[in-house]
């Protein structure tokens, strides 16, 4: 088989995938490692597809630490810690799909690297390809992203000396088609009773599934701030909303994830903006 034949073998293990990753290592022109065996039982954050792929071929062929002259296919480009492992593992060369900006892009956050630099360190000569077959790759990304980020996230401040921003989230809320879309807002924060660290890590982590952004800026909030700047990594387009007279920072009106700033006197007077901007960008 050609190393085009096997790449696309790992990518279609990654539209099936719990994450829109997959692997194999080949030697001697046999598959002998595969991130989608069933066998593999344990699960967690360090699973990545390269990763499973190599332990299941150490496990199950009894080649652990034996891997040389063996090559990894996988659908995505190796974040640093795979690149450490196939490095420490001594397999000879890497085929890879899309890039870790495209799953920067497409998927979540990466730590974009340069790999021939990071081999650099490692003294390997391994033989790395790159980006073969990457649209395909890169569309395993895409289809995830839509039929994942369902979330429509509504952030600002609530202050506790009035009710009226309460109303607004609950106005908004409520136009939103809720069989269609998960919705959080301030008014699910305020319910969430855990530590500093864990509601930092709650915010961060319900970005990850969201589709858009409507972010109420009528009153300043750092931490809105920092939910702001994380979908811009993520690249999630935003609708602001102010109250007439706010001010809105030029740090927010040059962000290019921002569709629209919409002042309203009467949050029933933006209704129409606001839906439109759901179903112009969902």
Not at 157 to 178: C, F, K, M, R
Not at 192 to 221: C, H, P, V, W
Not at 246 to 262: A, D, M, R, T
């Amino acid at each position: 088989m050609t190393d085009e034949e096997y790449i696309d073998m790992a990518i279609e293990i990654s539209k099936k995938a719990p994450y829109p990753f997959g692997a194999i290592v080949v030697k001697n022109g046999k598959i002998i490692g595969r991130s989608d065996d069933t066998t593999l039982i344990a699960k967690s954050m360090f699973n990545h597809a390269e990763l499973e792929a190599i332990e299941n071929a150490s496990q199950n062929k009894n080649l652990y630490g034996d891997l040389a002259g063996a090559t990894l296919y996988t659908s995505c480009e190796s974040c640093m810690m795979c690149l450490g492992a196939i490095l420490y593992e001594g397999i000879s060369k890497i085929v890879y799909a899309a890039t870790i900006q495209d799953s920067n892009d497409y998927y979540s956050p990466e730590i974009i690297t340069n790999m021939e630099e990071l081999t650099k360190f490692g003294n390997s000569n391994i033989e790395i390809i790159k980006e073969l077959h990457r649209e395909k790759a890169v569309e395993v990304l895409k289809a995830y992203q839509l039929k994942t980020k369902n979330r429509i996230l509504i952030t600002g401040a609530i202050l506790s000396t009035e009710n009226t921003s309460t109303d607004i989230y609950q106005t908004i809320t409520s136009w939103i088609d809720t069989k269609k879309y998960i919705v959080s807002s301030p008014l699910d924060t305020i319910k969430f009773q855990g530590n500093d660290f864990e509601k930092y890590q709650r915010a961060m982590n319900l970005l990850q599934d969201t589709k858009l952004m409507i972010a109420e800026m009528s009153n300043i909030s750092t931490g809105q701030g920092l939910e702001l700047q994380e979908a811009t990594n993520l690249n999630i387009p935003v609708l602001v909303i102010a109250k007439t007279g706010s001010k809105i920072s030029s740090l927010v009106k040059g962000n290019k994830i921002v569709k629209n700033i919409i002042y309203y006197d009467n949050i029933e007077d933006i209704k129409n903006d606001i839906l439109e901007f759901i179903t112009n960008e969902s």
